[in-house]
């Protein structure tokens, strides 16, 4: 199973959402599942992480790494199940050329959350951060538990 988170500058909330997936995986000994995340802007390419996302996931022990990429129509073959962090993620992906709906979902929508977002930090404060991680935190546990089980 491979699952790929996608945001919009791959530097705040996907790859935060990456590490904590990665950790949930490592810390309850899931085999075969591989994670990687994507932006669909290409401002960021090449860049890593916002240091604010780094500070706050060290904070709890979750470390981020990686350089930002941008999502591509080959991910739809590539991956089984592609998480957009937000409804405007979620639109872009399925406009893609090669875009394959079935594989597409709504994070919060998949983690029993309804219709919502994980908001956008990266305009915002210092707690933006820490409250994107408990989101997080909470549904990378719920979307474990449906794709391990
Ligand atoms: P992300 O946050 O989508 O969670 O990585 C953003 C990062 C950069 C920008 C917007 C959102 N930006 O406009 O550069």
Redesign the pocket.
């Known amino acids: 199973m491979r699952v790929l988170f996608v945001?919009?500058?791959?530097?705040?909330?996907?790859?935060?959402a990456e590490a904590v997936m990665r950790g949930l995986v490592e810390s309850r000994g899931v085999d075969g599942i591989e994670i990687d995340s994507a932006?669909t802007?290409d401002?960021?390419i090449g860049h890593p992480a916002?240091p604010r996302?780094i500070a706050a996931a060290n904070e709890r022990g979750v470390e981020i790494g990686g350089l930002?990429r941008q999502v591509r129509s080959s991910d739809f073959e590539d991956f089984d199940l592609i998480l957009a962090?937000d409804q405007s993620?979620h639109a872009t992906l399925l406009a893609m050329d090669g875009a394959d709906a079935s594989k597409v979902r709504l994070f919060r929508e998949m983690a029993g959350e309804g219709e919502i977002d994980?908001p956008?930090?990266?305009?915002g404060g210092e707690d933006g951060f820490d409250l994107?991680l408990d989101i997080l935190e909470r549904g990378c546990a719920v979307v474990l538990e449906e794709i391990s089980s």
């Open positions: 945001c919009l500058g791959n530097i705040c909330r996907s790859p935060s932006g802007g401002w960021h916002d996302a930002a962090m993620n994980v956008d930090p990266y305009f994107v």
